[in-house]
């Protein structure tokens, strides 16, 4: 499970939003992105710029998985994980169950006295 993230997401938001209003102020992103930073009290230019890439990748601006495929994928594996633990439970107890009726079981009694 992810740590709660110390920044609002309106915060976020906010500073995605200013890094591209000002970005032709500045000679690069980067140096728009420091100036926001540092405007907005984010910690490192880093921090930002991680927010501004999820922020292009979720508009189809730039290639990768959206933030609602990856929290679909991180679901769909959770999901994957427990319906195996459920299975394994499954055949253990089938397992157990049949070792029983066999040691009760006429026919299976008679299977192993041969």
């Known amino acids: 499970m992810s740590r709660p993230s110390n920044y609002p997401p309106e915060l976020r938001e ?4 200013m890094v591209a209003e000002v970005r032709p102020n500045y000679g690069s992103q980067w140096a728009a ?3 926001v930073a540092s405007k907005l009290g984010i910690g490192t230019t880093e921090t930002l710029r ?7 990748v979720d508009a189809g601006a730039r290639p990768g998985l959206s933030s609602d495929e990856l ?3 991180k679901r769909l594996k959770r999901e994957n994980a427990e319906l195996r633990r459920a299975n394994e439970t499954s055949h253990a107890r089938w397992g157990q169950a049949a070792a029983v009726w066999s040691a009760c079981s006429p026919v299976g009694k008679a299977m192993s006295s041969r």
């Open 14 to 17: 906010r500073a995605v939003r």
């Open 33 to 35: 992105m420091e100036a």
């Open 50 to 56: 991680k927010w501004v890439r999820r922020a292009e």
């Open 71 to 73: 929290a679909e994928i």
